[in-house]
């Protein structure tokens, strides 16, 4: 069985922001079809902190299914986080993704959507509370969809 296994490095190097739009926009059209999967996540309590399941799959079109697992203590992820990829016909593993970006990126990307199609087109200003990686891809996202000024 042959997968790949990818790092934040390759994350990086591999997925652009507007690729990650355009993803987004493409598993918002799918739920709205009836052709995305995407139970509530759920978490596993240890008494000092948790381990956090989501999961989900695409039923149409490019057919996969996977999940992401990642600890979180206090409320925060650790940035210890797992992502696996399976085809949704054969079942074989496809990839495993290592690291916090991939979840960051994607959370980023929802932001964009969000800007995309909810935020007026001349909108020139933008303000972003916090300063981690999900403001930075926030902001990635947000120049990728409007040209703000400040």
Same mark, same amino acid.
């Given at each position: 069985?042959?997968?790949?296994?990818?790092?934040?490095?390759?994350?990086?190097?591999?997925?652009?922001?507007?690729?990650?739009?355009?993803?987004?926009?493409?598993?918002?059209?799918?739920?709205?079809?009836?052709?995305?999967?995407?139970?509530?996540?759920?978490?596993?309590?240890?008494?000092?902190?948790?381990?956090?399941?989501?999961?989900?799959?695409?039923?149409?079109?490019?057919?996969?299914?996977?999940?992401?697992?990642?600890? !979180?203590?206090? +409320?925060?992820?650790? &940035?210890?986080? $797992?992502? *696996? %990829?399976?085809? #949704?016909?054969? =079942? !074989?593993?496809? +990839?495993?993704?290592? &690291?916090?970006? $991939?979840? *960051? %990126?994607?959370? #980023?990307?929802? =932001?964009?959507?969000?800007?995309?199609?909810?935020?007026?087109?001349?909108?020139?200003?933008?303000?972003?509370?916090?300063?981690?990686?999900?403001?930075?891809?926030?902001?990635?996202?947000?120049?990728?969809?409007?040209?703000?000024?400040?």
């Amino acid at each position: 069985m042959t997968f790949h296994v990818l790092s934040n490095e390759d994350v990086a190097r591999l997925v652009t922001m507007k690729e990650a739009i355009e993803s987004m926009e493409e598993a918002f059209r799918a739920q709205a079809e009836g052709a995305l999967i995407a139970p509530a996540r759920f978490q596993v309590d240890s008494g000092s902190g948790a381990l956090v399941f989501t999961a989900g799959a695409l039923t149409k079109r490019r057919k996969v299914v996977g999940f992401r697992a990642y600890s !979180a203590r206090a +409320g925060l992820a650790s &940035g210890a986080h $797992l992502t *696996a %990829v399976f085809d #949704g016909e054969s =079942g !074989a593993l496809e +990839g495993i993704i290592t &690291g916090e970006l $991939l979840g *960051a %990126v994607r959370t #980023g990307a929802i =932001g964009g959507v969000a800007i995309k199609y909810m935020s007026r087109p001349d909108s020139k200003r933008l303000g972003i509370l916090g300063s981690g990686i999900q403001a930075r891809t926030q902001l990635e996202a947000a120049a990728c969809v409007r040209r703000f000024e400040s």
